[in-house]
């Protein structure tokens, strides 16, 4: 996790900022009126749209743009139909992927992620294939502060989570940050329980977390990256999961 997470900092310095926040207000768009449509327009007694509603204020969507699509989902007009999917393989170096996206046409999507893992030399598998090397997880990034790792760890478990890892490791003028881990019924409730505990939330995300990893070094690093950032180009791809654990010195010369 904390390769692909440093491959993300490397990237966003490169790519083009508002083309990536288009994407992810598309992105937010679409699993809100998933949500709504699935379980009513009130996240009071709807999770997922409770969850889809925090994302989208994470990325800073317009609150025009969140009501539309609330409206859409519970019937105000929408005419496409939505949903979510789920497509799973192998990547170069033998990397578990999951590629979660919304579409409204199955057959387009799956044929553009099997076409981007043929390109890569790689096949998707069937449904099952590497989703049980995953754990599904609310991951919630804090920054220390002036608390010592004991202090990070009593407050996380006193809000309900269910672990405390250190984050990236960070340079000397960053805060450390700490990934506490909680059961995604829980997430929200652990996130205002650490807000509310003077803990600065920074991250908070519900995520899937590799059971082991696979080391990536090398050439095939270049390879992975390359599918990876093909798959998160699909305009129907929400997120894109591996269990690739790259080396800093490997991240490094991508710079």
Known sequence: MAGHNKW????????IVDKRRS???TMCSRAIIVAARQGGPDPTFNFPLRTALEEAKYHNVPN????????KGAGGGDTENYEPVRYEGYGPGGVAIIVDAFTNN???TAGDVRLSFARSECKMGVSGA????????????????TLTEDQIIELALEAGADDVKPGDPVTDDEPATWLVLTDPVKFLLVREALKTAGLSVTESELDMLPLNTV???GPTVKDLLY????????????KVYTNA?????DLASLE
């Open 23 to 25: 994407k992810a207000w």
């Open 8 to 15: 993300s900092k490397i990237r966003h310095r490169k790519a």
């Open 106 to 108: 199955r057959a387009r």
């Open 64 to 71: 025009d743009n969140i009501d539309r699509a609330i409206k």
């Open 215 to 217: 080391t990536v070094t």
């Open 130 to 145: 590497v989703a049980h090397q995953f754990e599904h997880k609310g991951v919630i990034t804090v920054s220390a502060g």
């Open 245 to 249: 654990d790259i080396p800093e010195s």
């Open 227 to 238: 599918l990876i950032e093909e798959l998160e180009e699909n305009e129907d791809v929400k």
